[in-house]
């Protein structure tokens, strides 16, 4: 008894070649969610930590130093490299007196895990992503 052997039909055949040709392109979109999604993220934390950073300096004694620490423990368990010197950098510019304003500048260099998916960029594997934020200094207690 000879066993039959099963082909594939045109239609078989025309779906998997449609498959192979999409998945690319489909993966490629969701790496960039994906990277998306971690921009977003860091920018909110940016945002978030330079305004919690100039909100302590303005009823602090010595704002620029509170304004730099407020601002590096602000998302250090949720970012990765969130120190200063390694991809953080905060900037504090103030007069200091009361009634003056405090400008808490925050920066972070995002990783890029996606960067080798489109050669045309050469940022080196990080974007980097700012937020500040501006307070006027309060009078103390």
Avoid at 52 to 59: H, K, S
Wanted: glycine share 10%.
């Amino acid at each position: 008894m000879a066993k039959k052997v099963k082909t594939l039909t045109t239609e078989q055949g025309s779906a998997l070649i449609e498959s192979v040709l999409t998945l690319p392109l489909m993966l490629l979109l969701l790496a960039g969610i994906i990277q998306f999604g971690f921009l977003f993220n860091a920018k909110v934390a940016v945002n978030s930590a330079s305004f919690e950073a100039a909100r302590q300096a303005t009823a602090s004694l010595s704002p620029a130093v509170t304004a730099v620490r407020v601002a590096e423990n602000y998302a250090g368990g949720s970012l990765p490299g969130w120190k200063i010197g390694e991809r953080l950098e905060v900037a504090v510019s103030t007069a200091g007196g009361v009634g003056d304003s405090v400008t808490v500048r925050v920066t972070y260099q995002v990783p890029l895990f996606f960067e080798h998916l489109l050669p045309l960029t050469t940022t080196g594997g990080v974007m980097k992503v700012s937020g500040w934020s501006t307070m006027y200094i309060e009078e103390r207690p």
